[in-house]
Each structure stands twice: as C-alpha cells, then as structure tokens.
C-alpha cells in the first residue's frame, strides 16, 4: 500500500494529476479493504487528490476533497488543508466565476472595476 502512496505522490510531484488521483483511487479501494486501516490514511488521500485537482485547476473537485480530508482527521492534515482550501474557495469565488481576477502562478489578484 505505501508503494502506491509513493507513486501517486511520484505523479504529483510530476503535474501528471490523472495519474496520481488513479493511484490515490487504487490506495483508497484497497484501504477500504483492511479493516484496520487508520481513519487518517484517508485524510492523506484525500488531502493530496485535492493538491492534484487545485494544480489541474479544477477547484470545485479540490475543495470537496479537502473538506473530505478535515472530516477524515484535522489533526493529521489541518493546517496545510485549511490554507488549500481557502485557496481554492478563492478561485471559485463569484470573482474567478466573472472573469474578473487575473491569475498569476497561483496568486489571483482580483480587478477593480473602472468607473465610467
């Protein structure tokens, strides 16, 4: 199990996203089959499939999966999710949504509107 840990944490780290969320997958598929599997694991799964959905740009999917991974063991995970999560709310604000921000390698700044 930790070999497919390692490998999707290899694909992150490599931006191939789909790749490493399939390995997550595979992880969590086999995590669900061991009775003993520590409630936290699935906070590390889904913490780094929110990191591959947040580079990919799909913020809605990153978001839903850092709140799955606070549910999952805010202790193990906490401040690291929190700061993802906060970013990717930021992207989907109604801001990001009117195109009214400009993205700059991850920071957004957002326009301000000119009077007429």
């Known amino acids: 199990m930790k070999g497919l840990l ?3 944490n290899f694909y992150l780290r490599s931006a191939q996203f789909k790749m490493a ?12 089959q061991v009775e003993d599997t520590p409630f936290y694991s699935y906070g590390i799964i889904y913490m780094n499939k929110g990191l591959c959905h947040m580079y990919a740009g799909n913020y809605s999917n990153a978001e839903e999966n850092f709140k799955r991974a606070l549910l999952c063991n805010e202790d ?3 401040d690291k ?3 993802q999560l906060r970013a990717c709310l930021l992207y989907t604000s109604d801001a990001a949504d009117e ?3 400009v993205d700059l390698g991850g ?4 326009k301000k509107k000119k009077k007429k």
């Open 99 to 101: 195109r009214s921000s």
């Open 21 to 32: 969320i399939k390995s997550y997958d595979s992880l969590k598929v086999l995590y669900d």
């Open 6 to 8: 390692e490998l999707g």
């Open 81 to 83: 999710t929190y700061n």
């Open 107 to 110: 920071r957004r700044i957002i």
């Open 76 to 78: 193990v995970v906490g």
